[in-house]
T-cell receptor, first 112, second 112 residues
């Protein structure tokens, strides 16, 4: 099946710990995105990458880091510097032609 | 400030009625507009995209775009309880390679 996978589905973190969220796609899409969604809020862009080995900060990049070593993979690390990391994290991808974004199933992160 | 505004709802309609969801945006140069449906606890899924003024129909869904009024809407005919979800409007700013800006969503409830 073609699509976007995210793991884990649920993640619990203690304060002060870094955690890495996985995002993989087999759609051969060039661009990948990370969003954060809080209750009653729209999606806010954290980081995006339009090509391998290159990525840009979105609107709320502080406390997060990413890498794009392979076209298929775009992991997101939530660092201890992120003050309020509890949220629903969504990965998306789209073709290089600037068309539609498709979303993975999401990871729900809870800080204990 | 690039903004996408939606009425948060909840919008309640009886089964079989037409549901009308509205979205306004702030940037006149926007070219691409998207409607996503998001069930509770799930990730957004694309319903429709629209790029030109006028109506675009897909089954029970019709998207309407009026660039002069900076307004995009989604009509759902013959609403079903399974249509109960939050509907997100997204607008692409900055041309074909621009990022999406999401509204906060409108929660729709279809009563049997």
């Amino acid at each position: 099946d073609g699509g976007i996978t995210q793991s884990p589905k649920y993640l619990f973190r203690k304060e002060g710990q870094n955690v890495t969220l996985s995002c993989e796609q087999n759609l051969n899409h060039d661009a990948m995105y990370w969003y954060r969604q809080d209750p009653g809020q729209g999606l806010r862009l954290i980081y995006y990458s339009q090509i391998v080995n290159d990525f840009q900060k979105g609107d709320i990049a502080e406390g997060y880091s990413v890498s794009r070593e392979k076209k298929e993979s775009f992991p997101l690390t939530v660092t201890s510097a992120q003050k309020n990391p509890t949220a629903f994290y969504l990965c998306a991808s789209q073709t290089g032609l600037g068309d539609t974004q498709y979303f993975g199933p999401g990871t729900r992160l809870t800080v204990l | 400030q690039k903004e996408v505004e939606q009425n948060s709802g909840p919008l309640s309609v009886p089964e079989g009625a037409i549901a009308s969801l509205n979205c306004t945006y702030s940037d006149r140069v926007s070219q691409s507009f998207f409607w996503y449906r998001q069930y509770s606890g799930k990730s957004p899924e694309l319903i429709m995209s629209i790029y030109s003024n006028g109506d675009k129909e897909d089954g029970r869904f019709t998207a309407q775009l009026n660039k002069a009024s900076q307004y995009v809407s989604l009509l759902i005919r013959d609403s079903q309880p399974s249509d109960s979800a939050t509907y997100l409007c997204a607008v692409r700013y900055g041309g074909s390679q621009g990022n999406l800006i999401f509204g906060k969503g409108t929660k729709l409830s279809v009563k049997p």
